[in-house]
């Protein structure tokens, strides 16, 4: 039985890559797409400005746009939303409200101590606090900043094998694509260029990992973060010339063992998450991967590793100031987006809380 | 008088870089230039397969190549090589040797204890202890690594109010044309990507600020290191699709006192170099600039601001982990190389060493 | 006398080009600046967002903005607009119907028979027409599209030699400056990509250069196009992932004689235009440069020569199917659009219409 | 029964392509690997610097290479070629000699009036005429240049329906991917830039499809070319920043029939080559894809439609000085390189000659 599915934003670049993501697995069935007032009623092939290196796919070419309201996606197992975050806090909302489940790629509820942050292969076993959820809502769900997603599955590694990360500086080079084509980043800031500031995304990125690698308060379904001064987090984000893929550069200390790095390669390629152990559609092999050359990764020889679900790791050296450096890269609109909104609803079949 | 300069590796992209400044730049005529066997005996416009921006100097065109032998710069105040490291040791030792001061951009001697290694915006005062050197050798002067000029800049000015600095990390952003041009970078690393690594480039990076920013024993002109465990730096050096510019996300802690952002800023703005005391004409009008738009400095933008002698400076923010951090950019082929050679000469004839 | 100096759409991309023109060259003094009814009573430095590679200047920086209405430019001996061409059209009839002086960058009058369509090194005699305008109304002068002017200008040199261009095919690469920095060309347009299509840019090219190379009828002042069956001309317009800097890949034929390849070569390098002849200040040495070696011109090592108003020519080949075939670049922001309005105004000035 | 393969050249840019695709391909199995005297009798995996977006296959890792002599190479039913032009000549007629097949990407034979120069989607009946070749030697095949495979193929679609075409001008757009990666092309020369010039390329693209389109005579397997006055090519080549993909603006004029837009359209859209006809595996399902959005194709979006063997065109209008104008777009890569190696030999086997 194919999960139904919904999207809402489907003419935006999340909402294109949800749509070709689950066009191409068996496991879904779209039967729902959500856009602007503008755009109902239409068929998608015809207000959809197609901005993929696939084609548009066929069938949902032909499907008819709705507006963003619950009436139209009472079908739906499962609504994934690609909506701009001025709008998905009340529509999101609405549709919880009306008992539909929502995977979100937006960042309003993020923060919110009762929706769970997700990153599928590094912190799956937050949804299991969602199994005995208020049944007369939907389930909400929020996927993690794109910048995020590709770190914290690496510490989840070593955090479960050598206990707490207390300090974490990062450095980030990334892709044009987070930013969306209409218009997205200007072909004048990146050419010959970069800009070493986005918008709020270090705040993202200071705050987002405490929350996912944090622990949940399984009596009253409260995700946690944990707490500032017990894992210290600095990030500097920048934008670069490449596609698609963030990189980032990365030093850790560790709060109590300080393992080898033989132990934390080692740690990193066996290394599996539920959704390889529940061998979940889209998982990948190998949630990480790390890279013996001294030169990777590079987003674009790398980000399609495990079809951009896995994690490259690269480059672990000692660290003068903490205790390792090492870069890590990850795709960020499959694992750092609609990807990860698949797999996290790949992971609720498995788990039976869909 | 204009100083008569001669230019080794003068087919090669810094010295290509050397011979634009040098003609461009009344203080300096230009006289001699070294090239490899193969090229010697002809004119300069004949052998080099010239790439800069601004079309071949009429003067230099003409001049006839000779190998680099000492006999053929007699005639120069001051000899500047863009040699490869490779073939730099034997012939600047021989230079030397014959009485000729020459001032290199090779990695060879940058270690070594009673050689200068100067950003001439930040150690100018390195060369007063060069004012008493055996005169029967030529003085050698090293130019720092590209990317640790545009470091060591707002260090020096910040060490000079507040003490040292203890920890520093850095991940810089490098422009191919620090990689030079045949074949340097290819296009296949860096469009649609970015190269995590150059070759032995932390290693400068790590090493060479600890002697810009320390001490001279004057009784023995030992260019001394700051230990490494007073001021522990870790870097990590990426290659990015930038022509020229090099870009640091750089966070420091103070050894002892931290000042305020404001006063950080108050310093950098305020900061002269000997440079600018002493009117050498290739001095730009501020060492540093901070900027305060939240988006810069950016390579493109940033550049050349000062000619490419200025470290552009801006996003100063609270530190996680260490005190502060900030972004910084500095021109690699001018501040980072051939353009630091310039204002190493000035500075030499503005202290009347040469 | 300097001359005096408005700027209409001062806070556009064009509107910074003319701005900063302007302050480098003494010839002019910027007193008035325009843009839209939002900035008006603003200080400009407040307003605008400044994206160019030189600061802005401080001048400018303080100058109040007013809303584009005659009223505010009485002073100015002449007014460069860069408006868009939604606004530009009534905005300039004002203009000029209160007696000021228009030189347009907008595309609204480049074809109206009383206005001249003017490259200031291709027909600058065009120019002498307006001589004797109707003194109750500004004169009106129109700037070409950026990727007609680089063409004119070696088109003109051979016709004045040759006679008459019966047949041309173009396919440019142009930069993406042209499209502007808000938004511009997306990122994602050009990077590992171009687009091959330019919204109505191949039917400018099909159309400008007939004007500009056409005659006037002295006795009405009425600018002519040469007829499309004597002058054929076939464009394809593509975007590339170039800053500045149009090039173009180039066919000729000529209608009756067809001069040898040194005879063009010759030709191109002794041109002058009344520009250099009148010594004007902006007028670059050369208005066309032939380029021996055989991959050249090349937009980031050539658009510069002649601080931009000089077209690069080289590559001059046999074409099996027409006479000729060469590839030539131009600076699309310079010769291509501002630059050649100060141009143009500079030759008003050296003709003592204004 | 698999195509026992073996692949010349092996640890270069094109011999990798020709390994990824032949692993891939279970119509095929990979037994011989060749490369110079300095990687002889090691490990494929030691001895290459693997630069693909996907993993170097496991089981070719492992083979060992041998020198480039037929005596290695018995086993195989075909030998792809991706040796340097150098060397090809003689290695090439070497395996024939002995009786081995082999399929060249070399220049080298492509004027050879006894080997077919065959793109398999444009001209794939030109291997007929090797059905009863002298059976005492290999057969010899050759690959056309990357610039030519994406042009033939619709102007085959139109001379099978309209007859011969009369002109053709081509401007090309070439990713880099098609010069290899050490060094291939410098950075340095394709960021910010373009290069209007490849060497002999236009050589290439002015001779080769005037065979490919051209007939054989059947007595003495004799491959013609169109006479040079019957189809009159003009061809400028140029060097942009694209990874994969070469974009070509073409404008055609038929000897006799001018069709309508319309019936161009169907005829592409409606041809069929022998590949699909005969089912071979990596035939695409359309040769040619038209596209009507008016800023298509585009190399990043188009390229790997039907996995890169199929031709994207678009954009036709009518052109002043000849009849048409169009734009397409092809893998120069897959279709342009390696991947049409693949695809001839399926088309010998369908054909039964090997």
Redesign the interface.
């Known amino acids: 039985m194919a999960i139904k599915a919904g999207v809402l934003g489907a003419t935006g670049s999340v909402g294109q890559r949800f749509i070709l993501l689950l066009e191409e697995n068996p496991e879904f069935e779209l039967v729902a797409l959500g856009a602007s007032k503008r755009s109902s009623g239409r068929a998608y092939g015809d207000v959809v400005a197609w ?5 548009i796919p066929a069938q949902s070419s032909g499907l008819t746009v709705h507006e963003c309201s619950a009436v139209h996606f009472t079908s739906c197992d499962v609504v994934f939303s690609g909506l701009d975050s001025d709008v998905a806090g009340d529509i999101e909302e609405e549709f919880v409200n009306h008992g539909i489940n929502v995977i979100s790629n937006a960042k309003n509820y993020r923060q919110h101590p009762q929706v769970p942050l997700v990153v599928p292969t590094a912190n799956p076993e937050h949804l299991d606090h969602l199994a005995n959820h208020d049944k007369s809502k939907g389930i909400h769900i929020c996927i993690s900043n794109c910048s995020t997603a590709g770190l914290v599955v690496p510490l989840k590694a070593l955090q479960e094998k050598f206990g707490p990360i207390s ?3 990062v ?1 980030t ?1 990334q892709a ?2 987070g930013a969306g ?17 986005i918008g709020s995304e270090e705040d993202k990125l ?1 705050m987002e990992p405490r929350k996912i690698l944090g622990d949940v308060d399984a009596s009253t379904g409260t995700f946690l973060h944990i707490p ?1 001064d017990e894992f ?3 990030a ?1 984000t ?1 934008r ?4 698609d893929g963030h ?1 980032a ?1 990365v ?1 850790i200390k560790f709060a109590k063992n300080k393992p080898s790095k033989e132990e934390i390669i080692a740690t990193w390629r066996e290394y599996q998450s539920q959704c390889e152990l529940l061998k979940c559609k889209s998982a990948p092999e190998h949630a990480i991967v790390y890279l013996d050359q ?8 790398d980000r ?2 495990g079809n951009g679900y896995t994690v490259s790791c ?2 672990l050296r000692d ?4 205790d390792y ?1 090492f ?1 890590c890269l990850s795709h960020n609109t499959v694992l750092g987006a609609a990807g990860s909104g698949i797999l996290i609803a790949e992971l609720l079949k498995a788990k039976n809380i869909i």
Chains 1, 2, 3, 4 share one sequence.
């Open positions: 901005k993929q290196t696939k084609p300090h974490m500086m450095t080079m044009v694509s084509f209409s218009p997205g980043v200007s072909s004048m800031d990146v050419l010959d260029n970069l800009v070493p500031y200071e500032q210290k987090i600095s500097t920048t670069v010339a490449v596609i990189t550069s030093s001294p030169d990777r990764p590079q987003p674009r020889l399609d590793t690269g480059r660290d003068e100031v903490l450096k870069v």
